[in-house]
């Protein structure tokens, strides 16, 4: 498996943009889909943004469609989300998730899908 550690959350007001990153060391990054899950207190764990293994696919929530934006970068072994335009509702711990797979081309929108998954960390907007 490959090991992942979140950072840059942090407290923003609203409106505001933070950019998170996600490094992963071990196995062969670039064999990994990757994503972005958040976890709201009281909520499921959802899929925010995921990412094929060459980073030429990407699914967006609905709720964050053209403000957060994923990429990654396969020379680093890092994955990143933007974040812009912030509201409250974005409040939640941010979790990184890899999946090992064959395929370049999959993206995969459910935990359950997941092998590796980072500790996370907390994103705070005020309003």
């Known amino acids: 498996q490959v090991q992942l550690v979140e950072s840059g959350g942090g407290l923003v007001q609203a409106g505001g943009s933070l950019r998170l990153s996600c490094a992963a060391s071990?196995?062969?990054?670039?064999?990994?889909?990757m994503g972005w899950f958040r976890q709201a207190p009281g909520k499921e764990r959802e899929a925010v943004a995921t990412?094929?293994?060459?980073?030429?696919?990407?699914y967006y929530a609905d709720s964050v469609k053209g403000r957060f934006t994923i990429s990654r970068d396969n020379a680093k072994n890092t994955v990143y989300l933007q974040m812009i335009s912030l509201n409250p509702e974005d409040t939640a711990v941010y979790f990184c998730?890899?999946?090992?797979?064959?395929?370049?081309?999959?993206?995969?929108?459910?935990?359950?899908?997941?092998?590796?998954w980072g500790p996370g960390t907390q994103v705070t907007v005020s309003s």
């Open positions: 998730a890899g999946k090992f797979t064959a395929y370049s081309s999959d993206l995969y929108t459910l935990p359950s899908s997941y092998d590796s």
């Open positions: 071990g196995r062969a990054f670039s064999n990994y889909a």
């Open positions: 990412i094929n293994r060459s980073g030429g696919r990407a």
